[in-house]
């Protein structure tokens, strides 16, 4: 129970951190928003009111749910023999019994929600901005246009964003984007810091190049 006790504590204080980090917080309210009511739009970290129901029990209890045969997954990398690793997993996990089961439960895939979302907080200097829109999921073929586009729009120096807002413009000091991919679903965001009184012309010209580029993205999107 103190250890619990403890880790609560450090994960309250890290929750105050994000709060205090808002180009973290942004991307937390952007999730909540995008996928509401779903698991993927939680915050990682929980919450204070969720912390709080953190028992022992309800921690074991959920251990010997999820850790079990049916959900492990063994893997290697390096300069391994294959037949040696083969050897090596039977002789420490030969014992464990599949038949145990997944106990993972089973989500829906979840539905994105377009939602402009404000949150005023008086003693930042900047406006911080995050647009998304949905992309190719972590499985679909389609996966490698969408890396490689979030690479030539917003993954560097050189990129389309960042020429166009930062070096053109001088809107902002950082602009990006990438891909955020799971099993059934992703989102492509964008991320832009700028002055409050430069944040609509920041907003149209993120949305110009994102209509320029994205929407070769949207005719190879593979739904799966």
Not at 12 to 29: A, N, Q, R, S
Not at 155 to 164: E, I, V, Y
């Amino acid at each position: 129970r103190t250890e619990i006790e403890k880790e609560r504590n450090v994960i309250l204080e890290e929750i105050k951190m994000v709060e205090d980090t808002p180009d973290d917080l942004v991307f937390e309210i952007f999730s909540e928003n995008f996928y509401p009511n779903h698991p993927l739009g939680r915050p990682i970290l929980g919450t204070p009111d969720t912390l709080a129901t953190f028992k022992r029990e309800r921690v074991r209890g959920y251990y010997e749910r999820i850790y079990r045969p049916g959900n492990l997954v063994l893997a290697a990398a390096g300069q391994v023999d294959h037949r040696e690793l083969v050897k090596l997993a039977r002789r420490h996990f030969g014992g464990l019994s599949a038949a145990e089961g997944s106990g993972m439960p089973a989500f829906r895939a979840p539905k994105p929600t377009p939602h402009v979302t404000l949150r005023h907080k008086r003693e930042l200097e900047q406006s911080h901005l995050v647009i998304g829109a949905p992309c190719p999921s972590l499985v679909s073929e389609s996966r490698y246009i969408a890396h490689l586009m979030t690479t030539v729009l917003g993954g560097g120096m050189s990129s389309r964003l960042f020429q166009a807002i930062r070096e053109d413009r001088g809107l902002v000091y950082t602009v990006f984007s990438t891909t955020t991919a799971f099993l059934d679903s992703g989102y492509l965001s964008v991320y832009a810091g700028a002055s409050t009184e430069q944040l609509t012309e920041t907003i149209k010209a993120t949305m110009a190049e994102l209509r320029r580029h994205y929407g070769r993205l949207v005719e190879a999107h593979d739904p799966r």
